[in-house]
């Protein structure tokens, strides 16, 4: 009959690792509002501001308070007059928006994200095909209100469509008028050069 085995130290200081591995990542402060090529950026206990100007503790991320003039300590929120916030926008495009709309109660990222203070709820319309700028003036949103949204969005579409359709026709017609115009002058002086040589001949 075999003894059991003894776990060996390895095995013990790898489990241990992976502890403090797991314990770090969520002692990283939420990285909202940031591009994700940025993340490792924020991953040092000592962050530079990326103008080089001076460095900010990890506590001091996203704190609402501006410590980096280009706003890099806070680009999850609207602390920074120079600060951008990124929408990652999945389903749809991904872009950026200046800080000072983060929490503003008007919803800019179509997933919504930009207003996670809880003040508004917006909806995500990334799925819908569209950065749709969703506002409320009761800070009450409801599904009533993303159907009113969508149905402005396609009629917009259609009258975009519309003026399009047309400027089309009318460049074709002043197209059309230059022709004909340039057309008629050619002739006329055509005729005047024909009048002019049997004038000579007489």
């Given at each position: 009959?075999?003894?059991?085995?003894?776990?060996?130290?390895?095995?013990?200081?790898?489990?241990?690792?992976?502890?403090?591995?797991?314990?770090?990542?969520?002692?990283?402060?939420?990285?909202?509002?940031?591009?994700?090529?940025?993340?490792?950026?924020?991953?040092?206990?000592?962050?530079?501001?990326?103008?080089?100007?001076?460095?900010?503790?990890?506590?001091?991320?996203?704190?609402?308070?501006?410590?980096?003039?280009?706003?890099?300590?806070?680009p999850?929120?609207?602390?920074?007059?120079?600060?951008?916030?990124?929408?990652?926008?999945?389903?749809?495009?991904?872009?950026?928006?200046f800080?000072?709309?983060?929490?503003?109660r008007?919803?800019?990222?179509?997933?919504?994200?930009?207003?996670?203070?809880?003040n508004i709820?917006?909806?995500?319309?990334?799925?819908?095909?569209?950065?749709?700028v969703y506002?409320?003036?009761?800070?009450?949103?409801?599904?009533?209100?993303?159907?009113?949204?969508?149905?402005?969005?396609?009629?917009?579409?259609?009258?975009?469509?519309?003026?399009?359709?047309?400027?089309?026709?009318?460049?074709?017609?002043?197209?059309?008028?230059?022709?004909?115009?340039?057309?008629?002058i050619?002739?006329?002086?055509?005729?005047?050069?024909?009048?002019?040589?049997?004038?000579?001949?007489?």
């Amino acid at each position: 009959m075999e003894t059991p085995r003894s776990p060996k130290p390895t095995s013990f200081v790898s489990l241990l690792s992976i502890c403090f591995f797991f314990d770090s990542v969520r002692s990283v402060p939420s990285l909202i509002g940031v591009h994700p090529l940025d993340e490792k950026y924020y991953y040092s206990e000592v962050i530079k501001c990326k103008d080089g100007s001076k460095s900010f503790t990890i506590d001091r991320l996203n704190d609402d308070f501006c410590d980096c003039v280009d706003g890099t300590d806070e680009p999850g929120t609207s602390a920074c007059a120079r600060g951008k916030f990124y929408c990652r926008n999945m389903g749809s495009t991904p872009r950026f928006i200046f800080s000072s709309r983060v929490n503003d109660r008007i919803c800019d990222c179509c997933d919504g994200s930009d207003e996670y203070d809880g003040n508004i709820f917006c909806p995500n319309t990334c799925v819908m095909g569209g950065n749709i700028v969703y506002k409320s003036n009761n800070d009450i949103s409801t599904t009533r209100d993303v159907d009113i949204i969508v149905n402005r969005k396609v009629q917009e579409e259609i009258t975009e469509e519309d003026i399009f359709q047309k400027l089309i026709g009318l460049k074709l017609v002043i197209i059309l008028q230059v022709a004909l115009t340039s057309f008629a002058i050619l002739i006329w002086a055509n005729r005047c050069r024909v009048k002019s040589k049997r004038r000579r001949h007489r």
